[in-house]
């Protein structure tokens, strides 16, 4: 973490929803079928039970230990050195950068409402990476390169608003919950 005053950071889990709601509803089925498994097994074996459960019952909480870590991700966002750094953190705590470009080479830095709806839906490209999709601190930055846009949704707090007006006059500052 930097000391500088023009730096910000912040970290919010994703949501469960789309592609990650299916992934946590097969991890849920694959628990069942193995509780179901294992007690089909007790049932044929009639009264080994207490055999059994010595293997599977930390067996199954090793399973669920690792696939909870599957399913949880992140999104960390940074304002740093004048630029937006965008990463992907899975449980492990590694993070993937999926955007790093200077704060003042977007366009456009405003939130996603109605009124700016034409200029974050209509674009070449567009990265998603906010927490949750309905979230009242989403943001949106535009990136004209090349000929091409590119729109990337994230979330905001106060602090990296101020930062990113710091490094671009174009920033749209409306305050938000954070």
């Known amino acids: 973490m930097e000391d500088s005053v023009n730096y910000a950071e912040y970290t919010v889990t994703k949501k469960a929803e789309g592609k990650a709601l299916k992934k946590r509803l097969l991890l849920i089925a694959l628990y069942l079928v193995v509780i179901i498994a294992f007690v089909v097994v007790c049932i044929v074996t009639s009264g080994a039970a207490a055999i059994w459960a010595t293997v599977v019952v930390p067996l199954f909480i090793a399973l669920v230990f690792f696939t909870q870590r599957l399913v949880k991700e992140e999104r960390k966002y940074e304002v740093a050195n004048a630029k937006l750094v965008i990463s992907e953190l899975n449980a492990g705590g590694k993070g993937k950068v999926v955007s790093d470009d200077l704060v003042?080479?977007?366009s456009v830095i405003a939130p996603t409402t109605e009124e700016n709806k034409d200029q974050w839906?209509?674009?070449d490209e567009i990265q998603d990476h906010r927490g949750d999709s309905k979230s009242p601190d989403s943001y949106f930055a535009r990136l004209e390169k090349d000929g091409k846009s590119k729109v990337v949704l994230f979330e905001v707090t106060n602090k990296m608003l101020k930062s990113m007006?710091?490094?671009?006059?174009?920033?749209?500052i409306i305050t938000v919950r954070h």
Not at 165 to 172: A, Q
């Open 165 to 172: 007006k710091f490094y671009n006059r174009n920033t749209e």
């Open 104 to 106: 003042s080479a977007y």
């Open 121 to 123: 839906t209509k674009a």
